[in-house]
């Protein structure tokens, strides 16, 4: 699938009691993405553990609106299996345009990879869709020179659509949010120590190249969506911190947090 880096990416948050009639509108107009119909059960669990310096220097990047910010995760998806594939990702932001840049592994080798740096031996070559194996490089040297480590695990189930005739075009649904601090990339495959972040609510993101069809937006003026500075990982590492995270995080991202009463 083509996503066209660079790209836009809107964020906005659903009470899940509108979500059926929501998706029910955007339906006609989208098809399942590939990896969403593999699986069988119209949505895939995403599982990231975010990477960031001893002092949180992403987490304050975004809180603080840096136009220019990069986020640093290892991915992978649903239940281990024993034969995982991860990717090494780096999430770029300029302005209001999203890169990723993402090499490919075994879930397994993650620590190898980053202790031994045997390029040959662990790193999948593979490129299209934001992968290429020279993205691994790039991910070291931001792990060295930042001096990144692991600090919390974020999960969600995922629904993916692209729009019909436009591979460039993509929507999201992003539910049942939930983290726990982490230490380890062995950790990824956790469940049993996760916590909710998000209780009522689900995130929609649109991400596309050009602008937003004309049908979605009727779709998001007649609910009174509106967009957000959303991000799963301070989101989440503020529900660790603070029982009131997603208040917080409203307030801290500009918004008036009156207008998202009980928001988790």
């Not at 239940?79 to 995982?84: F, I």
């Amino acid at each position: 699938m083509n996503v066209g880096y660079p790209k836009l990416e809107y964020k906005y948050l659903i009470p899940l009691v509108r979500l059926d009639e929501i998706r029910r509108e955007m339906l006609p107009h989208l098809r399942p993405d590939p990896y969403t119909l593999t699986e069988g059960r119209g949505l895939y669990t995403v599982r990231s553990v975010y990477l960031d310096t001893r002092d949180l220097a992403t987490y304050r990047e975004k809180i603080e609106g840096e136009k220019h910010r990069k986020k640093y995760r290892v991915r992978t998806y649903n239940d281990r299996t024993g034969n995982d594939i991860a990717f090494l990702e780096i999430k770029k932001k300029d302005n209001k345009f999203i890169s990723k840049f993402r090499a490919i592994l075994q879930a397994d080798h993650i620590h190898d990879f980053l202790h031994t740096r045997d390029f040959d031996r662990f790193i999948v070559r593979k490129s299209g869709d934001g992968i290429d194996d020279k993205n691994a490089q790039r991910f070291l040297y931001h792990y060295d020179t930042r001096g990144l480590r692991p600090v919390i695990l974020v999960v969600y189930e995922r629904e993916a659509y692209t729009g019909i005739g436009n591979d460039n075009f993509r929507i999201t649904i992003d539910r049942n949010l939930r983290s726990t601090m982490v230490t380890s990339f062995e950790d990824i495959f956790l469940e049993d120590k996760l916590t909710p972040a998000m209780r009522r609510h689900c995130i929609l993101e649109v991400k596309f190249v050009g602008g937003v069809p004309g049908w979605l937006r009727g779709i998001i003026q007649r609910y009174g969506l509106k967009r957000r500075a959303l991000s799963k990982y301070t989101i989440c590492l503020d529900s660790q911190r603070n029982d009131n995270a997603l208040q917080m995080h409203t307030k801290r991202a500009g918004h008036n947090p009156m207008r998202v009463p009980n928001i988790r």
